[in-house]
């Protein structure tokens, strides 16, 4: 028996992003917090994207440190 509504996925989020339609987070550290509980041990990535935060893996390259994260090309064609 359930007594409360069903509480939301994930923790801090404030909802799906108007752009690519990812969990959006209000704040970048909303966003760590999240990260921290949902992928602990991961190598995610906490981005900005439009007004709202993701999380996101990084491409292989950039976690070996061979390409600089800020040298990858905007995929989603999002100018902030
Ligand atoms: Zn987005």
């Known amino acids: 028996m359930t007594?409360?509504?069903a509480r939301p996925p994930r923790p801090?989020?404030?909802g799906?992003?108007?752009v690519?339609?990812?969990?959006a987070y209000p704040t970048k550290a909303a966003a760590k917090v999240a990260?921290?509980?949902l992928h602990p041990g991961e190598a995610m990535?906490?981005?900005r994207?439009?007004?709202?935060?993701h999380l996101g893996h990084l491409p292989a390259n950039v976690r070996t440190g061979d390409t600089d994260r800020h040298d990858?090309?905007?995929r989603r064609g999002v100018s902030a």
């Open 20 to 23: 690519c339609g990812k969990v």
């Open 45 to 47: 990535s906490v981005y």
């Open 16 to 18: 799906r992003c108007d």
């Open 35 to 37: 990260r921290r509980r």
């Open 49 to 53: 994207c439009g007004c709202w935060w």
């Open 3 to 5: 007594t409360h509504a």
């Open 72 to 74: 990858l090309p905007n």
């Open 12 to 14: 801090h989020a404030a």
